[in-house]
Structures are given as C-alpha cells and as structure tokens.
C-alpha cells in the first residue's frame, strides 16, 4: 500500500485471527484497558498526517508482553460535523483489520488489538498502523481533509485517554436518549458487520442504538448525508405494528430484504419471540434466567462467571453470529440508559443479576426502588443464591413467579376436576371366580370400601 509501511494493507486481511501462539503482543483488551476515540475537531487543531507514539512502541514492547492502548482520532472538514463521530470511529474497528498481522476486537472502552510475530518481524509499529489508518480515511472520505492519530501506550497517558473518551461516549449517548422511536419518521440500519454475520441487520432508532454502542439514531443521520450509497441506511418506519415491542412494519421489511429472508420480524424492546439479531461486537449481552423468571445482564468487561456458571465469552459464542436467540439478546450499554430498554418484557423491574462493575456505571439509569435488588456478582454467584437474594429484596419477580405458581395449581386443580370419579360406593362386593390370586379359594369375593370409580368411558345400555 505505502512504502513506509512494512506490511500489506487490504480487504483480503479482514477476517485475518490472530492466535495467542502467533501473538507478538496484546494491547487492551480484557485483561488490560484502552479505549478509542474519534472526535471532530477545528482545522486548525489538525497536524494533517501526524501519527505520534505516547509511550512505547511495538519494537520496544516484550514478545509475549501485554500492554495498555489508547487511539485517538482527530479530524476536520468543512462538511464534518459532530454527529459523525460515533461512524467514523467505528471505521477504526474495520480500517485496523485490513492491515497485515493486526486485529482489532469490539469498539469504545472494550477494545482489543493484537499484533502477530510474523508482523512485528517484518517491523510493523504502532507508527505504521497510524499511517495506514490516516489513508484509508482520506481514500474512502474525501470529506475528511485533515487527519491525525495519536496512540497511547504510557499507562497514565491511557488512563487519562480513557477518562476523557468516556466523558464523551456519556454525552453522545445521553443526546441520543432524549429522542424517542415515536418522535422520528425514520430509522437507520447499518450493515457493516454482515462482513462476519451475514444475517445481521442492526435497526438503529432513538430509543435503540447498534449493539457496538458506537451508532446512534443521531449518527446514523449524519453518516447517510456524507455517504448515501454507505453501509448505513435509511429504514422508512411504515406502521407501528406493536409499540412496547417495538415491531414497525418498515423494520420488518427491510430487515427481510437484507437479511436474504432469514429474519422476518423484529421486536426492538424484547428479548423473547422476535428479538434483535445479534452480530459478535455487542458491547453486553441480555439473557433470561427461567429458574427465576427474571433477566440477566453481562458485559464484556466481566471477568467472572454469569449465575449460570459460565462466562461472557461463552455466552457471546452462543448468541453471535446475526440468529436471533431466544431469550438472548445483545445490547450496547447506551440501550441500558434507554427509556424503552425491554420494555416489552417488564423493563428493569425484570432485571435480576449483572455486573457490580456494569451496576455503578450504569446506576443513574436503575429505577431508585430497583437498584438495590439487582444482585451483582458479590450477592449471587449461582442460581441458588440468586433465588435467595431475590426472596430477601422481595424482587417483582417473585410475584410473576408467584402468579406462574398459582397458574400451575390452578391447572393442576383443573387436571383433578377433570379426573372426578364416575361412580362412589359406600360398599362394592364382586365375586371373583378364577383370579389367579395364590393361597385363595376357587371361588370368593372382593369387597371394596368406600370405592371410587374412575373410567375413561362409561357406556350406559337399555335392556331389551
Ligand atoms: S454492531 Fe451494528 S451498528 Fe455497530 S458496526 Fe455492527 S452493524 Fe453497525
């Protein structure tokens, strides 16, 4: 692609995985932290192709070593405006995986980079993915005219990169949540990461941004006016079908056409019977506990184990891929903040375990009455505890479950209604000749007391 850069840059590298035993380093990632960012900036505060290194590089890095890493983006433009952060950064997830020997995972504060041995022979530094990033911005945005990347490596300047990437991600989500899917005409849909989840069609509306966090209805917005024909697009709303669902008919449409016909039908705001497909880039995961009739929430931050003894990356296994999964749903934490998040299916009040690292951030957007009822990972780290917890909190769903109960006894009672007998007899006396019963006489009777007799048919017959 350049000569300054020592590796190829291309398409054909996209899917490109990186395994530990080819892994020269690890940057961010679970067992680290970073953060990315992308921000819209005056002409004048862009050094045009500047790609700078706060801290080591990766010829200074350990093989084998795992690092801290922070990206940040600075652009300017006549025709940029805000608005299109949230899409160009989420290009970085793209642009980074079509460099040889680099991979990027997820997006904002849960990003993961890797950079193969084979790579890093061939001399690949941080320096160098800066300048491949810098030209695939400019070639496929030509709105874009400056451009400049810093990376962070020093582990305070990455500290300080993610306090202030947060800040904004805050405030990008918090705009997007004054909006509702009733106040708008029309959604968005991107398509970006069918590349891996073929199926997957993310409807993106003011109450609901794509599962990555990173596109909002705002976003969405601003990316169709810089590039129509772009893997983001307009979905005519067409009728409310179900609005606590959060079925549309335009949605339903469109996700049909560009699923190929494997999704028909979507409920925006429920994790049961339609729910959203789910690609791989989910920044949490919604799942239902049915031992508790009540639901879960795991984001990929988290180290531990879910109550159902496994782990996010388990989870996320069986939920990505663009199906949609019954009782599994991945989210972006911004739909946490949302005033619709699963209102279908009893909204926070349906909540029962996450996080505490997940709980705090998200706290403002717990209903006040709720938040001390969710447990965490400290309260209940399996199922039984789980149930203990939620008995002690007197969580609502204890009255669903206790409602289901009555339901079972009431169906049960009903069974036994059903089953009356036929016929009661203080006394029945049968003779029983030839039962082979042993040590008895030829010839004897049975006499029953009090006899209740069942049958599945009676058959009544006039004599003559
Ligand atoms: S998760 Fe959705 S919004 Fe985010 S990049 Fe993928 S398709 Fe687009």
């Not at 961010?28 to 801290?55: Q, R, W, Y």
């Not at 040889?100 to 022979?121: E, P, T, V």
């Not at 003011?206 to 966090?213: A, I, K, Q, V, Y």
């Not at 699923?259 to 339609?274: P, T």
Request: charged fraction near 30%.
């Amino acid at each position: 692609m350049d000569e300054e850069i020592p590796v190829d840059v291309g398409l054909i590298y996209e899917g490109e995985r990186i395994r530990k035993s080819n892994m020269y380093v690890d940057l961010a990632g679970p067992k680290s932290k970073g953060a990315e960012l992308l921000l819209v900036v005056p002409k004048d505060e862009v050094e045009d192709g500047k790609v700078e290194v706060i801290g080591p590089d990766v010829d200074e890095m350990e093989e084998g070593g795992r690092y801290p890493l922070g990206i940040f983006v600075k652009v300017a433009g006549d025709k940029l405006e805000e608005d299109l952060e949230g899409v160009f950064e989420r290009k970085l997830h793209y642009f980074c995986n079509y460099i040889q020997g680099f991979m990027h995972l997820n997006s904002r504060d849960i990003i993961w980079c890797r950079i193969s041995k084979d790579s890093a022979k061939k001399g690949l530094k941080l320096y160098h993915v800066g300048k491949a990033l810098i030209k695939l911005y400019k070639t496929e945005f030509d709105v874009i005219e400056k451009i400049q990347i810093t990376f962070y490596t020093d582990d305070k300047a990455v500290d300080e990169h993610i306090a202030r990437a947060r800040e904004v991600y805050e405030k990008r989500d918090a705009r997007a949540s004054a909006l509702k899917d009733e106040d708008v005409d029309v959604f968005y849909s991107c398509l970006l990461c069918q590349s891996f989840a073929p199926t997957h069609v993310c409807a993106i509306t003011p109450s609901r941004s794509g599962g990555c966090g990173a596109v909002t209805w705002f976003e969405g917005r601003a990316a169709v006016k810089v590039d129509p024909n772009g893997p983001i697009t307009e979905i005519p709303k067409g009728e409310v079908i179900d609005p606590i669902k959060g079925e549309f008919s335009g949605i339903n449409e469109f996700v049909k056409e560009k699923s190929n016909g494997a999704i028909e039908r979507v409920y925006l705001h429920s994790i049961f019977d339609y729910p959203h497909t789910s690609c791989g880039c989910f920044e949490a995961i919604a799942f239902y506990i049915p031992e508790v009739d009540g639901i879960g929430i795991v984001h990929r931050d988290f180290q531990g184990v879910t109550p159902f003894g496994i782990p996010f990356s388990t989870m996320a296994g069986q939920v990505g891929g663009g199906v949609q999964s019954q009782g599994f749903l991945g989210i972006s934490i911004a739909y946490l903040r949302s005033p619709k998040f699963l209102q279908a299916d009893g909204g926070w009040n349906r909540i029962v375990w996450m996080p505490s690292q997940l709980k705090e951030r998200v706290r403002e957007a717990i209903p006040e009455e709720m938040y001390e009822k969710i447990a965490t990972e400290l309260e209940a780290s399996d199922l039984e505890s789980l149930k203990d917890w939620l008995k002690q909190k007197q969580h609502p769903v204890l009255e669903r479950l206790d409602e289901e109960a009555e339901e079972e006894a009431a169906e049960e009672e009903t069974r036994e209604q059903e089953a009356q007998p036929v016929a009661t007899l203080p006394e029945l006396t049968l003779p029983a000749q030839g039962m082979p019963i042993a040590g008895a006489p030829t010839e004897f009777t049975i006499t029953f007391k009090n006899a209740k007799i069942y049958a599945e048919k009676v058959i009544i017959r006039r004599k003559g």
